[in-house]
């Protein structure tokens, strides 16, 4: 019986001692993994401040180049002594600098930086490939070009995003509205639609203001109808850029271009060779973003898209 007892304590002590060793290495593990844990939300928590302070600098510049293009509107409008036009300018104006709030800044006016024209080569036969010297160097390595699976998201988006097209019916003449599509034919595929899309670098829905056509590099724009050349110039977001005023308050804009062939102030016909496209500014790759809009407002330019050179 004795014998017994005494197996019994000593097995009861051996237990209790595990027991508690047990416990303790628990609880050191415990804390092991949360100091772990601790120093992964850490690291998280600066990228993910890191990243969203990237965001909005880049967010933050757009606002402000779109600004600076229609402060320079707006000093054609001035300069050219149309009241009227300068006024459509400048309710868009004030719209910008109350939305700047939204990133504590206020928007600056800065000189836009005037882009020479380039000589048009007549007689140049152009290889799809060949590669041109940049006119301004492109900042290629800001954005990744968009891959498959991102652009089946940006198309469900699409689908699910119905946006109005306001489209002036055409006038007589059919000249004097942008209804010419602004590359050849077989240069047009449209890759990214009108409307709400994913940014490709700023990985959220934000509003596409015109169509991208995956157009290549160095492929001929046109003026989409008969006007006038109002800006022609460089900024972050379009790299080169040409708005072009028509009539009815219409006007259409070409951007990311590889080289500008017309200057300020030029008078265009439908279907003049006014630049090549390129991949300046913010751009994911050699492609033509073209706006068209009707009192400063950017509409859908499918419905735009009636006539090919
Ligand atoms: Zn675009």
């Known amino acids: 019986m004795n014998t017994i007892k005494r197996i019994l304590y000593v097995t009861a002590a ?6 508690a060793n047990a416990q303790e290495e628990g609880k050191k ?22 990243q969203r302070k990237e ?14 293009s229609m402060m320079g509107l707006k000093k054609y409008y001035v300069e050219n002594k149309d009241t009227a036009k300068a006024n459509v300018v400048d ?7 109350s939305v700047s709030y939204v990133f504590g800044k206020r928007l600056k006016v800065t ?44 198309q469900k988006v699409v689908e699910e995003t119905k ?7 055409l006038p007589t003449d059919g000249n004097t509205i942008p209804i010419l599509t602004p590359l050849p034919k077989a240069k047009s595929k449209i890759t990214s639609p009108y ?26 724009v046109f003026a989409a109808a008969n006007g006038k050349v109002v800006l022609a110039e460089f900024n972050r977001s ?19 271009l590889e080289t500008i062939n017309v200057s300020k102030g030029n008078t265009v016909k439908k279907g003049d060779l006014i630049g090549y496209t390129g991949s300046t500014g913010r751009s994911s790759g050699a492609h033509l973003h073209y706006e068209v809009r009707v009192s400063g407002i950017p509409v859908n330019p499918e419905g735009y898209l009636k006539e090919y050179k």
């Open 14 to 19: 051996v237990l209790i001692s595990f027991c």
């Open 29 to 50: 593990k415990m804390e092991q993994d949360f100091e772990k844990f601790k120093q992964n939300r850490e690291i998280d928590f600066q990228n993910f401040k890191k």
């Open 55 to 68: 965001e909005l600098k880049k967010m933050a510049q757009e606002y402000q180049d779109y600004y600076n």
């Open 91 to 97: 309710d868009i104006i004030k719209f910008e600098e």
């Open 111 to 154: 000189e836009p930086v005037v882009v020479t024209p380039t000589e048009i080569k007549k007689e140049e036969v152009k290889q799809p490939d060949q590669e041109k010297p940049h006119f301004i160097k492109s900042n290629n390595n800001t954005e990744q070009v968009t891959t498959k699976e991102e652009e089946v998201k940006v």
């Open 163 to 169: 946006m109005e097209t306001t489209f002036i019916p």
């Open 195 to 220: 409307g709400m899309r994913l940014h490709p670098t700023l990985k959220r829905n934000i509003k596409h203001n015109g169509v991208d056509f995956g157009s290549g590099r160095n492929t001929e």
């Open 238 to 256: 379009f790299g080169n850029y040409i708005i072009v005023e028509h009539k009815d308050g219409t006007s259409s804009l070409y951007a990311h």
